[in-house]
Nanobody
């Protein structure tokens, strides 16, 4: 079955960096665009970054442009989120996601916690 497993979260000081990974299995990874979302306490889940199936186009939330980079390795069935110049406002649980089928079924990982604090 479909599995998305995020890793790489943790506690980091403001200005620091983290790289999140999302290992995918149970579907043909290279055929699907992938996204990273995040949800901070008391806030709605928001789209952070998106990458096409071939990795040739990306989009970012305004709040992370210039600091975060989404990438993928289709040979490893993995999507990444490189996060630089982290701010306390980036504190959230980060999820990877994709959508499949005409009905737009969404799949989510379990999330990985990122905490930016001094």
């Amino acid at each position: 079955q479909v599995q998305l497993v995020e890793s790489g979260g943790g506690l980091v000081q403001p200005g620091g960096s983290l790289r999140l990974s999302c290992a995918a299995s149970g579907f043909t990874f290279s055929r699907y665009a992938m996204s990273w979302y995040r949800q901070a306490p008391g806030k709605e889940r928001e789209l952070v970054a998106h990458i096409t199936s071939a990795g040739d186009s990306t989009n970012y939330a305004d709040s992370v442009k210039g600091r975060f980079t989404i990438s993928r390795d289709n040979a490893k069935n993995t999507v990444y989120l490189q996060m630089n110049s982290l701010k306390p406002d980036d504190t959230a649980v980060y999820y990877c996601n994709f959508v499949r089928g005409v009905r737009g079924t969404e799949y989510w990982g379990q999330g990985t916690q990122v905490t930016v604090s001094s």
